[in-house]
């Protein structure tokens, strides 16, 4: 048997954090992919008992490796690891993929995504799902978690013009997305009242964004500026990181975290939005970082 599938990364325009409480997001996959080959003749046995041994999705693909056979396991990925693109999802619902195949089982993006949604359990604790829907269908979508095991979501045709978006590194967080998530949960938990006030009103950000997505609402700047001034408040954007940010905004553009975060180095990487390529280039020079052409709507899983 011989499989490979590949799967995006992404990019969450708005709604990380609180998409984990029920608040939608706004999330695209990217043309950066992971992409998983099996080779060998073994035919694992799915149950959720195998799948409960595991602390981690590397736990899990060490324990795949491992198994007595012949078979071989092989992830290359083009998204980068660590840093709110999604890396953890892509391999998940790549190992799911294959796994479904393994089983001679037709192909079935929903219950990939929900096989996948168990990996990043492992992976993540509590994940809101956002990111293992988004590396399943692709494209782009409005996400919503309504109970821990029931989502909603619908396919956002992206009309507006794309490209003033950049992607710009801020650095490896040096917390991973499962320390980002318990720690605004521990927030809240302190600051009830605040923090949801915080996520009511990046509900109302979100919205806009779908808005401007779908080419209804053309103040993108500001959009992308407030976002950012909420997800400092929730405590997820580092000193660093938020200096970069206003470097970029001085100079005309606007910037904000994608994914969990980072509060105490790096925090990932950066959506921006600037008008002027050359000008964005020149202030992110000093701070030895650069601007790459994002570009969003990249394909769901799919057998290569
Ligand atoms: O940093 P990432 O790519 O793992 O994205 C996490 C997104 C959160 O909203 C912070 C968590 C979640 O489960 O949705």
Known sequence: MDITVSTPGKIILSGEHAVVYGYPALVA???????????GTAEPEWSADWLSQFASLKAFF???EARPTTQH?????HVPVGRGMGSSA?????????WQSLQGKTFSPEAINQLAYQLEVLQHGTPSGVDNTIATYGGALWFRKETPTFSIFRQVEMSSSLETLWLVDSGRPKESTKEMVTMVAEQRQQRRTHYDQLFRQMEEVTRSWLRWVLGEETDSVELLRT??????ELGVVS??????????????????????GGAKQGSGYLLVMHPDEAKLQS????????GERL?????????E
Do not use: D, F, M
């Open 29 to 39: 996959a990217t043309n950066k992919r992971c992409e998983l080959h099996y080779q």
């Open 62 to 64: 060490a324990a795949w």
């Open 73 to 77: 396991l092989q992830l290359r990925s």
């Open 90 to 98: 892509a391999c998940s619902v790549a190992a799911a993929a294959v």
């Open 227 to 232: 976002n950012h001034r909420l997800l400092v």
């Open 239 to 260: 000193p660093q990181t938020q200096s970069l940010i206003q470097a970029i905004e001085k100079s005309g553009g606007a910037a904000k975290i994608t994914g969990a």
């Open 283 to 290: 202030v992110l020079k000093p701070y030895a970082r650069s």
């Open 295 to 303: 570009e969003l709507g990249g394909e769901g899983v799919r057998i």
